[in-house]
């Protein structure tokens, strides 16, 4: 695989040791919620110490969650790119994998969501709200249709950036 320019404060991360690695998203927000809060942009509740998709009680106070807050400030978690002769005809197919990853992701995790997907010549590149679906979104690329997968992390950032190539 051809080196690709990290911007700085980005060490290379091994896959397995990555989860242990990454700490809580703390994006934009100085200390914990009370609870409960609701978001008003999405809907998720922090309930017991996490969002989650959860009806609001009436009386939640209202802040924006880290996810939203990102998505505000275009402002990614995670990035994947996808590189390589494989994805010329198989596009679509990658595209429906990486939408059924964030929704099974999503169900369970509600902040994490994909942003963007966008082509940059023979690329493809995902934005993430957050590292773990980064991680999940490479990781069901790679199970799917083998290639090689690289990790690169920020912990300054918790900033996740996940490299496929076939
Ligand atoms: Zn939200």
Known sequence: MKPRTLPPGFKRVRRNTFIQEVVHDTYKSRSKPVEPTVCPDCGALFHE????????????????CPACHRI?????????????????????????????????ANAEHPLQRIMDISRENSSMVVTTTDPH???????A??????????????????????????
């Open 72 to 104: 505000h400030d275009r402002f990614p978690a995670g990035y994947v790119v996808l590189d390589g002769e494989f994805l010329n005809g198989h596009r679509d197919e990658v595209l429906h994998l990486l939408r059924h990853v964030e929704s099974r």
């Open 141 to 166: 690329v790679h199970r799917a249709y083998r290639g090689k997968l690289e990790f690169h992390y920020n912990p300054e950032q918790n900033l996740l950036r996940v490299h496929w190539m076939r």
């Open 133 to 139: 679906l980064a991680r999940a979104l490479g990781e």
């Open 49 to 64: 110490g996490r969002w989650q998709r959860l009806p609001a009680p009436a009386q939640a106070h209202r802040e924006r």
